[in-house]
Nanobody
Framework: QVQVVESGGGLVQAGDSLRLSCVAS????????MGWFRQTPGKEREFVTA????????SYADSAKGRFAISRDNAKNTVYLQMNSLEPEDTAIYYC?????????????????????WGQGTQVTVSS
């Protein structure tokens, strides 16, 4: 049984940093590209970033470039999202997802339908 579990969310102030973690079990982790998405009430789920199976390739939404960094540790079946200089606009539920098809630098990375497994999400709230 595949499980994807995010952690590390919380309430922070604008300008602070936060690191999210995502552990995926029940699948050959290094065979999956991983992505982070976020969603706020009333809006569609939004792509944030993705990383290739061995971490050699990454891609970011414009809103994340220069502030967020994705990384992975295949020995721990874990992907991370380091978020710096957080802004109130970053407030959202952050979801981790796994995909066998996504190529980070292609259009496929930003389409949530291309991801096979999803976590339940972790809330990030940034106060001004």
């Amino acid at each position: 049984q595949v499980q994807v579990v995010e952690s590390g969310g919380g309430l922070v102030q604008a300008g602070d940093s936060l690191r999210l973690s995502c552990v995926a079990s029940g699948l050959p982790f290094s065979s999956y590209a991983m992505g982070w998405f976020r969603q706020t009430p009333g809006k569609e789920r939004e792509f944030v970033t993705a990383i290739s199976r061995y971490g050699g390739s990454t891609s970011y939404a414009d809103s994340a470039k220069g502030r967020f960094a994705i990384s992975r540790d295949n020995a721990k079946n874990t992907v991370y999202l380091q978020m710096n200089s957080l802004e109130p606009e970053d407030t959202a539920i952050y979801y981790c997802a796994a995909s066998r098809r996504v190529i980070p630098h292609s259009d496929s990375a930003s389409r949530d339908k291309n991801y096979d497994y999803w976590g339940q999400g972790t809330q990030v709230t940034v106060s001004s």
